[in-house]
């Protein structure tokens, strides 16, 4: 199938030469990523806005790729260059997955940390883990899944998520294993 020449289109308000210049650029790296691009669709627009409001762009690319059609929008950004930036990089990121899911590349998901609830205060709702490193982890009784945390006990081994806190490594999703 023939690609379709790169549209642009804008809406409320005049595109400039050096505007349509730099989606051009950005398109072709698009290309570069997916030879097969059978047709990529730029719409800017300046929605309608009210007097309190400043100029806002909206953003939008529709991308024809063979048994796959992706829709970026992105909207009310006050730069011009900075909204059609983030929708070309949206854009790439999902050129990039569907790509990778045609080849029959698939990304490894990574094991979540593995731990044992080293001590628990059932009354004040939270406890601590130990990681598999042998760090303490804390966690609280809204961490846990699947299981009451009332029907926790020392020792029990349990897989989680860690994210930093501001008082140092806690745990979400709690599961005992």
Same mark, same amino acid.
């Given at each position: 199938?023939?690609?379709? %020449?790169?549209? =642009?289109?804008?809406?409320?308000? &005049? *595109?400039?030469?050096? =505007?349509? !210049?730099? =989606?051009?650029? +950005? !398109? ?27 100029? /806002?762009?909206?953003?939008?690319? @529709?991308?024809? *790729?063979?048994? +796959? @059609?992706? /829709? =970026?929008?992105? $909207? ?9 930036? *983030?929708?070309? @990089? ?14 029959? #590349? /698939?990304?490894?998901? #990574? ?10 205060? %059932? ?9 598999? @490193? ?8 809204? !961490?846990? *899944?699947? &299981?009451?945390? $009332? ?21 979400? !999703?709690?599961?005992? +294993?």
């Amino acid at each position: 199938m023939a690609r379709i %020449p790169l549209q =642009i289109t804008s809406r409320n308000f &005049e *595109l400039t030469g050096e =505007i349509e !210049s730099f =989606i051009q650029k +950005k !398109s072709e790296i698009l290309d570069k990523f997916h030879r097969d691009m059978m047709s990529c669709r730029v719409l800017l627009q300046v929605p309608h806005r009210n007097r309190s409001s400043g100029l /806002v762009y909206n953003a939008r690319i @529709d991308l024809a *790729l063979p048994g +796959k @059609d992706i /829709v =970026i929008r992105r $909207e009310a950004h006050e730069d011009l260059h900075r909204a059609i930036n *983030l929708a070309f @990089d949206a854009a790439l990121k999902r050129v990039q997955a569907y790509a990778r899911r045609k080849r029959g #590349e /698939v990304k490894r998901h #990574e094991e979540p940390p593995r731990g044992r609830v080293a001590s628990l205060f %059932p009354e004040a709702g939270y406890g601590f883990l130990v990681s598999a @490193d042998g760090r303490d982890v804390y966690f609280h009784r809204n !961490s846990v *899944l699947n &299981e009451r945390f $009332e029907d926790m006990e020392v020792g029990m081994e349990v897989v989680f998520v860690e994210e930093q806190s501001l008082r140092g490594p806690q745990a979400s !999703s709690v599961r005992t +294993k």
